[in-house]
């Protein structure tokens, strides 16, 4: 079946700093590739998106790349702010159309003044 | 535009009593999801719902809980009688058309369920 590994947190980091939050998967064919952030308080957003492989995501200075050869979607920002503190999850469904979602277990990222 | 709205937002329950949870979707959103989110995990599918019909309720424990849409619009998920392990977060989503994919999932702020 479809699965989700994406790194543990929690993730602290100074405002400015680069962040790498690695994502790893499991699945057959060609799925779709999503990040999702939940800021506190709310539900889950859609950051940035995926659909085949080498495509980029970006979204608010995020972005991810789907890596096929290393079934990864690393979700990558040059310089983060205190307003991305939230927690970020991977997620993938089995493809074009399909509603499904599998998803990681989420890291939280607190970015400190 | 109003987004998914799910109430309460918080539920202390003792366990063996019953619960319910309700959601509005995005006006106009045809397909409706519940998903419940443990602590520390990410979302997993409950029950989805094209207008007012259960289209896949194959993760649902249907020994306790039990979900309804009766006029396709806006949507209720009960457990009875809640147990311990049911604490987690209960999502709701919505998505604007029956063949939507994934990215058009829109979530509620979801309700964060006790059980003592």
């Known amino acids: 079946g479809n699965s989700v590994t994406q790194m543990e947190g929690p993730v602290t980091l100074s405002e400015e700093a680069f962040l790498t939050i690695n994502c790893t998967y499991t699945a057959t064919g060609y799925p779709s590739l999503f990040w999702y952030v939940q800021y506190p308080g709310e539900g889950l957003q859609l950051l940035l998106k995926?659909?085949?492989?080498?495509d980029k995501g970006s979204n608010k200075g995020f972005e991810a790349t789907y890596r096929k050869e290393t079934t990864s979607f690393h979700l990558e920002k040059g310089s983060v702010q205190v307003s991305d503190s939230a927690v970020y999850f991977c997620?993938?469904?089995?493809?074009?159309?399909?509603?499904?979602?599998?998803f990681g277990k989420g890291t939280k990222l607190s970015v400190i003044p | 535009e109003a987004g998914v709205v799910q109430s309460p937002r918080y539920k202390i329950i003792e366990k063996k009593q019953p619960v319910a949870f309700w959601c509005n979707p995005i006006?106009?959103?045809?397909?409706l999801y519940w998903y419940l989110q443990n602590l520390g995990q990410g979302p997993e599918l409950l029950i989805r719902y094209e207008n007012e019909e259960a289209v896949d309720d194959s993760q649902l424990p249907k020994d306790r809980f039990s979900a309804e849409r009766l006029k396709g619009v806006d949507s209720t998920l009960k457990i009875q009688p809640a147990e311990l392990g049911d604490s987690a977060v209960y999502l709701c989503?919505?998505?604007?058309?029956?063949?939507?994919?994934?990215?058009?999932?829109?979530f509620g702020p979801g309700t964060r369920l006790t059980v003592l």
């Open positions: 989503a919505s998505s604007p058309r029956t063949s939507g994919g994934a990215d058009e999932q829109f």
């Open positions: 995926a659909t085949k492989a080498d």
């Open positions: 006006s106009g959103h045809n397909t």
């Open positions: 997620a993938l469904s089995s493809g074009a159309g399909s509603y499904q979602l599998t």
